[in-house]
């Protein structure tokens, strides 16, 4: 197993954010990186390293997305000049999640979730 580097996923988050001051989300990029490490196999090692990185900044992203979706966006009105900060799209912040976990599957465990079988007698 490796460690999945809160300051990596942070990098990352940065690129797909496009937010110049991320230390604000190092917290929820740690919460990430932590889920992200403890769902990934025994057996991975370095070459796991950078998808297991990316969907932990991609799934920081979508947790942002969705916050910031919830709140709604912020305006600025001066005369007859309106500037409007938009959300983002969860939508395609959940398509960028889902797309990283999917690159980082063979890394991950299934999580128990389901299982789909036969019983034989």
């Known amino acids: 197993?490796?460690?999945?580097?809160?300051?990596?996923?942070?990098?990352?988050?940065?690129?797909?954010?496009?937010?110049?001051?991320?230390?604000?989300?190092?917290?929820?990029?740690?919460?990430?990186?932590?889920?992200?490490?403890r769902a990934q196999r025994d057996s991975c090692g370095e070459d796991g390293r950078p998808a297991l990185t990316a969907a932990a900044a991609a799934l920081a992203f979508y947790r942002c997305t969705l916050a910031r979706a919830g709140v709604g966006a912020g305006s600025f009105a001066a005369g007859d000049v309106k500037i409007t900060e938009q959300a983002g799209?969860?939508?395609?912040?959940?398509?960028?999640?889902?797309?990283?976990?999917?690159?980082?599957?063979?890394?991950?465990?299934?999580?128990?979730?389901?299982?789909?079988?036969?019983?034989?007698?």
């Open 1 to 37: 197993m490796i460690e999945i580097r809160t300051d990596d996923v942070l990098a990352r988050f940065a690129a797909l954010s496009g937010q110049e001051d991320v230390e604000t989300y190092r917290t929820l990029c740690g919460d990430a990186a932590g889920e992200i490490g």
């Open 89 to 121: 799209s969860p939508s395609s912040a959940k398509a960028l999640w889902n797309g990283a976990a999917a690159a980082a599957a063979p890394f991950l465990t299934d999580g128990g979730c389901f299982l789909f079988g036969r019983i034989r007698p």
